[in-house]
């Protein structure tokens, strides 16, 4: 008889993070042993009862999903990591165990838990591309992009951009296009967020 899986979620947004409890709980081999919204939360948690796998998002204020799956990896190597995102693509296969959607049906969830756990499985949601291929870090952008990052960050225009940087404005431009390509965004206040989540730019 298969064994319950015991699960730990950590989620900033607390309507997503009820609703999945909710969610998981019904199911029968499942056991939610807690569900936290902050960082601080998790760790006094995990020092008391550890789980069989953890669900974690990407973008989240104390630290972000990339840098706590890698230490969970490190402190409790026998958790195995899901990330549940709207990105569709931030690690590498070798950072987590598994990779969905927040807009994953519910089967696929629970059949990916159940895998993961149970079979030693990867689990991934069909369009992810692992980091071999399209690599969401620090190194994904060149030395002139993050620095364009860092003036949108702090609200400069393109003309005072290429002022800054003794460029064309169409050069600050071309940089633009390619940056908001490579971090798949298509506005500032996404980019400005997902280059804090990345590293890219500092609060």
Not at 40 to 66: H, W
Not at 96 to 111: N, P, R
Not at 114 to 124: I, L, R, T
Not at 144 to 168: D, N, P, Q, W
Request: hydrophobic share 40%; charged share 25%.
């Amino acid at each position: 008889m298969r064994s319950t899986i015991k699960i730990a979620i950590i989620d900033d947004h607390l309507i997503f993070l009820k609703g999945l409890t909710m969610l998981l709980e019904q199911e029968e081999h499942f056991k939610v042993i807690y569900s936290c919204n902050t960082y601080s939360d998790l760790m006094r948690n995990l020092q008391s009862e550890i789980p069989d796998l953890l669900i974690t998002d990407i973008s989240m204020p104390q630290i972000n999903g990339i840098e706590l799956s890698k230490m969970i990896r490190k402190l409790y190597p026998t958790v195995k990591i899901l990330i549940m995102s709207s990105y569709s693509n931030m690690v590498s296969t070798d950072d987590v165990d598994g990779y969905l959607l927040k807009d994953a049906d519910s089967d696929v969830l629970i059949a990916g838990i159940k895998n993961m756990v149970w079979n030693d499985a990867k689990v991934f949601h069909k369009d992810f591309q692992p980091a071999a291929k399209y690599d969401f870090n620090k190194n994904i952008v060149s030395k002139r992009e993050k620095e364009i990052i860092s003036y949108i960050g702090k609200g400069f225009t393109t003309e005072e951009i290429a002022e800054k940087l003794y460029i064309s404005k169409h050069t600050v431009e071309t940089h633009r296009k390619n940056i908001f390509n490579k971090l798949q965004v298509n506005n500032i206040a996404a980019l400005v967020k997902k280059s804090i989540t990345l590293g890219l730019l500092d609060v």
